[in-house]
């Protein structure tokens, strides 16, 4: 049996900007990835946030569609038949709530612009500490990858390229989000952005 792909760990804002979906394999049932511009290759991401709006959008059948916001921005999230755990788990939350989410990334064209959105396979009501640890953790990978993006491996090459990455940018986005945490200090002190 297939193992799944780790869900990597984005921020909204970089999963926003990002616009390089790609197969490797031509075979229809080959995985489909998201290439972001610190190099995050994602074939399911996992993010913890707030859930701020929810609402159902079908016609005949529940098609869920809600936002989750983190310090950065939001995640749009769409849940229906093809997503019944999630889709359930969704009608029964109430906003404003932590949620824990794991899903697809998927992009979609608008008006010329390439937008992202997410399938959740599985969203989890969770505390504020699992939602500052998470934002701990995702500063942390989101640093390693930026460093990693001058090390010249395939997927941080081709994100330089796609991207013409401004690493500024995101290391603003990381301390932004970090400065969000409460009892902030002790936790913090681990992460080192002079050498990036």
Same mark, same amino acid.
């Given at each position: 049996?297939?193992?799944?792909?780790?869900?990597?760990?984005?921020? =909204?804002?970089?999963?926003?900007?990002?616009?390089?979906?790609?197969?490797?394999?031509?075979?229809?049932?080959?995985?489909?990835?998201?290439?972001?511009?610190?190099?995050?290759?994602?074939?399911?991401?996992?993010?913890?946030?707030?859930?701020?709006?929810?609402?159902?959008?079908?016609?005949?059948?529940?098609?869920?569609? =809600?936002?989750?916001?983190?310090?950065?921005?939001?995640?749009?999230?769409?849940?229906?038949?093809?997503?019944? &755990?999630? =889709?359930?788990?969704?009608?029964?939350?109430?906003?404003?709530?932590?949620? =824990?989410?794991?899903?697809?990334?998927?992009?979609?064209?608008?008006?010329?612009?390439?937008?992202?959105?997410?399938?959740?396979?599985?969203?989890?009501?969770?505390?504020?500490?699992?939602?500052?640890?998470?934002?701990?953790?995702?500063?942390?990978?989101?640093?390693?990858?930026? !460093?990693?993006?001058?090390?010249?491996?395939?997927?941080?090459?081709?994100?330089?390229?796609?991207?013409?990455?401004?690493?500024?940018?995101?290391? &603003?986005?990381?301390? &932004?989000?970090?400065?969000?945490?409460?009892?902030?200090?002790? !936790?913090?002190?681990?992460?080192?952005?002079?050498?990036?």
């Amino acid at each position: 049996m297939l193992s799944r792909e780790v869900a990597k760990r984005v921020f =909204a804002r970089e999963f926003g900007e990002s616009d390089m979906a790609f197969k490797e394999q031509d075979d229809q049932y080959a995985p489909q990835y998201l290439l972001t511009p610190t190099g995050a290759k994602c074939n399911r991401i996992f993010f913890v946030g707030t859930l701020i709006e929810k609402g159902d959008i079908g016609n005949d059948v529940e098609y869920w569609r =809600a936002r989750v916001v983190d310090p950065t921005g939001s995640f749009m999230i769409y849940a229906g038949q093809y997503q019944p &755990e999630a =889709a359930q788990a969704l009608s029964g939350i109430e906003p404003p709530q932590f949620v =824990a989410v794991i899903g697809k990334p998927n992009t979609y064209e608008m008006s010329g612009e390439t937008l992202t959105s997410v399938r959740p396979e599985r969203i989890h009501i969770v505390d504020a500490d699992t939602y500052d640890l998470w934002i701990l953790e995702t500063a942390r990978q989101t640093l390693q990858r930026l !460093k990693q993006l001058n090390e010249g491996s395939e997927d941080a090459t081709k994100a330089k390229e796609h991207y013409s990455t401004n690493i500024e940018h995101y290391k &603003e986005m990381v301390l &932004e989000a970090l400065k969000t945490i409460s009892k902030s200090g002790e !936790k913090v002190s681990f992460i080192d952005l002079s050498d990036i």
